[in-house]
């Protein structure tokens, strides 16, 4: 349900007007009823944001999955900046959009190899993003 209330460019997200007026969450909530799957399904997935969440968890499975969301989202966000202090530290530049697997390369790459690692690690990147996009 994200792509319908979500927006992507190039270098940033935005929102779309109908997530503007109705979460994600809550349509997915709603297109897993209408085609039929179990309440406690649907209410995993309303709750699993925990505290962000329309409802709160009432399930400890849900409890489970919220923590599991959360600390996969703190992980991502951790490595994300450890990626763009690395490229900082090693090529004196920011980095651009990178996403979660391109910036574990990274900061795997500064530990084994140092900063000259990292810039063949982000030449590879780049190339690939060109590439990409042809």
């Not at 997530?19 to 009823?33: C, F, I, K, P, S």
């Not at 202090?85 to 990274?106: D, G, H, K, Q």
């Amino acid at each position: 349900m994200k792509p319908l209330t979500y927006s992507e460019t190039e270098d940033k997200y935005g929102v779309l007007s109908l997530g503007e007026r109705v979460d994600y969450l809550t349509l997915a909530v709603a297109e897993l009823m209408h085609r039929g799957f179990p309440l406690n399904v649907a209410h995993a997935i309303a709750t699993h944001h925990g505290k962000g969440s329309p409802i709160s968890p009432r399930m400890v499975e849900v409890l489970i999955c919220n923590l599991a969301d959360t600390a996969d989202a703190s992980l991502k966000c951790e490595i994300l900046n450890a990626a763009k202090w690395t490229m900082r530290v090693c090529l004196w530049e920011e980095a651009s959009r990178l996403t979660v697997v391109e910036a574990f390369a990274i900061v795997r790459v500064r530990q084994e190899r140092g900063c000259v690692g990292v810039a063949e690690v982000v030449k590879k990147i780049r190339l690939k993003a060109k590439k990409d996009k042809i």
